[in-house]
C-alpha cells in the first residue's frame, strides 16, 4: 500500500538582519568637530601633526656636537695606550717599564703626529677591554683582531696590519701562486687559520690539493725544506721568526699577500670619535709615507 509522501520543503532563509555601524565614543566626535570646524583651526591640526613627525626626524638626523676626545689627549699630552706586553714581535717590555715592538712604535708615531706623547699600561689581554671602558686608558694597540661582537661597546680604526696566512714555497721550486698546488700537499698548522684556508682552497679553488696537518708551524717549514711538502701557508710572524731563527732565508720565500683577513685594529672608547678619526687619519698618511710598511720589515720580515 503506497502512501502518500510529502513533497521536500526548502529551509526558509534566515531572516537578514543589518549591521549597525559602531560609532565612535561622543566625546571624540565633539572634539574632532571642533577641531576641523574653521580652516584656522584645520591649519593648526595639520601643523601639529607635521612638528610631530618633524621634531624627531631632526633629532635624528642633526649632527651630533663633536666629542672632546682629541682635545682631552692633547690638553693632558699623553696617550695612554693599552697593550698586553707578552706578545713579540708585536709588544714585549723588559719588565723595568721599556717596551718595545712593532705597536710600541706604531703608538709612538700615532702619538707624535697628535702632537703628545705615548704612555703605555701594560694589562693582561683579557682586561684590556674593561680598562677601555672605565676610562683607564684611552685606546688599545695590542695586536688586537677586528671583532664584530664589539662593535656596540668599542670604536675600531682602520686596520694597520693584515696577519692573514701567507703561502710560503721553496725558493728552487716552480710555485708561483696559489693556482699552482693542484695536485700538491700543502703542510698547515694544525687548528690554525692556514688550514682553514687551505681547506676553502681544496674545496672552491685549487683541484686535487692534500692539506697536511703539522702540530706547530716550525716542524711544517721544516717538512717544506726537506721536501716533504710543496708548500706551507701559515702565519706570516711564525714563518718570519721561523726564517731568522733557522737561517732558512735562501731555501724559502713567501708568494704574494695574505690569503684571508686577518687585521689588527685600534680599539677607542665608544664615544670618543674624534679621537678615533684623528687616528684614523693619521694611520692613512703613516701608510702613504711606507711607514707601516718598512714597520713590518723590520719587526718581521719575510724572504721573497
Given at each position: ?22 560609532r ?89 703626529a ?32 677586528y ?12 686596520s ?23 695536485g ?7 687548528g ?42 701559515a ?13 732558512a ?23 670618543d ?32
Open positions: 500500500m503506497m502512501t502518500d509522501t510529502p513533497p521536500p520543503t526548502r529551509k526558509k532563509p534566515l531572516p537578514h538582519y543589518r549591521r549597525r555601524r559602531r565612535a565614543p561622543a566625546a571624540p566626535r565633539r572634539l574632532a568637530r571642533w577641531l576641523w570646524a574653521t580652516p584656522r583651526r584645520r591649519w593648526a591640526l595639520v601643523a601639529a601633526a607635521v612638528l610631530a613627525v618633524a621634531i624627531p626626524l631632526l633629532v635624528f638626523l642633526w649632527p651630533a656636537p663633536p666629542d672632546p676626545s682629541l682635545r682631552r689627549v692633547q690638553e693632558a699630552g699623553v696617550l695612554r695606550v693599552g697593550l698586553d706586553a707578552s706578545f713579540p714581535p708585536l709588544e714585549t717590555t723588559d719588565g723595568r717599564g721599556n717596551f718595545g715592538g712593532y705597536d710600541i712604535d706604531l703608538a709612538e708615531a700615532i702619538a707624535r697628535l702632537g703628545v706623547r705615548a704612555e703605555f699600561v701594560n694589562i693582561s689581554f683579557d682586561s684590556l677591554y674593561d680598562a677601555l671602558a672605565s676610562r683607564r686608558i684611552d685606546v688599545i694597540i695590542s695586536g688586537l683582531l671583532a664584530p661582537e664589539m662593535t656596540r661597546d668599542v670604536l675600531y680604526s682602520a694597520y696590519l693584515n696577519v692573514g696566512p701567507v703561502l710560503v714555497v721553496r725558493r728552487d721550486g716552480a710555485i708561483a701562486k696559489t693556482a699552482d698546488l693542484a700538491k700537499t700543502v703542510a698547515v698548522e694544525l690554525s687559520e692556514g688550514q682553514v684556508v687551505a681547506q676553502r682552497l681544496a674545496e672552491k679553488e685549487v683541484a686535487g690539493l692534500v692539506g697536511q696537518t703539522y702540530p706547530t708551524v716550525p716542524e711544517a717549514l721544516a717538512a717544506l725544506r726537506h721536501g716533504e711538502v710543496a708548500a706551507v701557508i702565519d706570516p710572524i711564525a714563518v718570519s721568526e721561523f726564517v731568522r731563527g733557522e737561517a732565508g735562501d731555501d724559502l720565500r713567501v708568494v704574494g699577500g695574505p690569503l684571508s683577513d686577518e687585521s689588527y685594529v685600534i680599539a677607542a672608547h665608544r664615544y670619535r674624534t679621537l678615533l678619526k684623528a687616528i684614523d687619519r693619521v694611520l692613512q698618511e703613516l701608510r702613504a709615507q711606507g711607514f707601516l710598511e718598512q714597520l713590518a720589515d723590520h719587526w718581521f720580515p719575510l724572504p721573497r
